[in-house]
């Protein structure tokens, strides 16, 4: 039987005893109902793996003694910041998902001229909560040991603008690059922009290559939002990844 992997919101080197997250104790109390004597792995974003034991175990609180640490990389050696244009209902959801299983490291969730999802400030703000959380599974379900960080939504034009060495990339059905046919990664790895799901506007287009943004292109077929993301993640990280 497989051990349950549940995410630690602090670091845990050098603790012996510690109380699980309130998601963590619904997840193993109610949903797995494990017992006292069960075995977990617990990971904190550090690259470390703790092979634990539950201690005391109630609906409202899990204790667990940590037995050993060891260290398990699983990261890729790309680094991916993914610009998403936020897409409607389930999507965003499913490609915040697939994209953390693929390696993605960082995802900006973008407003552009097609987005046709609003928001307040409210629902922004657990939009993202909601979005971490999916991550956050994403990486118990898959063996990741780093979770990737959901950051706040910007604007298309203002994600694009910001300089990190990274290289630019932009999906475009009229481009002249495909990936195989790239540069060299840097060390900082790549910005990937994702569209809406009615594409970018010419406006926006001619923003991200004033920007230093590369088109590339996928294929000859127009592909929706949600694949064209997973496609383009899973297509670098064959050629420059440690996917293949």
């Not at 290289?167 to 060299?184: C, D, F, G, M, V």
Request: charge should be neutral.
């Amino acid at each position: 039987m497989r051990i349950p992997r549940i995410y630690h919101p602090t670091l845990l080197q050098q603790v012996k005893y510690c109380t699980l997250s309130d998601d963590a104790v619904n997840h193993v109390s109610r949903v797995l109902r494990m017992q006292v004597g069960e075995r977990l792995e617990l990971f904190d974003s550090s690259n470390y793996t703790y092979a634990a034991v539950i201690t005391q175990l109630s609906k409202k609180m899990v204790e667990v003694e940590i037995l050993d640490q060891q260290l398990d990389d699983r990261e890729s050696p790309l680094k991916i910041h993914l610009g998403q244009v936020i897409s409607r209902g389930e999507r965003m959801e499913f490609t915040i998902q697939k994209s953390v299983e693929l390696g993605v490291n960082i995802i900006t969730p973008l407003w552009s001229e097609r987005c046709g999802v609003k928001l307040d400030a409210e629902r922004m703000d657990k939009k993202i909560q909601q979005w971490q959380k999916i991550a956050i599974a994403a990486c118990e379900q898959c063996g990741r040991n780093i979770v990737p960080e959901i950051l706040p939504m910007m604007k298309l034009q203002d994600w694009c603008a910001e300089k990190d060495g990274s290289l630019k990339l932009n999906l475009h059905p009229k481009a002249q690059y495909s990936i195989r046919t790239l540069p060299e990664i840097p060390a900082e790895g790549i910005r990937l922009l994702i569209g809406a799901e009615g594409g970018l506007s010419a406006q926006e287009i001619r923003q991200t290559e004033q920007q230093g943004f590369t088109q590339i292109l996928l294929g000859k077929r127009v592909l929706r939002t949600e694949t064209a993301a997973l496609a383009a993640i899973t297509a670098l990280q064959i050629c420059f990844g440690d996917l293949g």
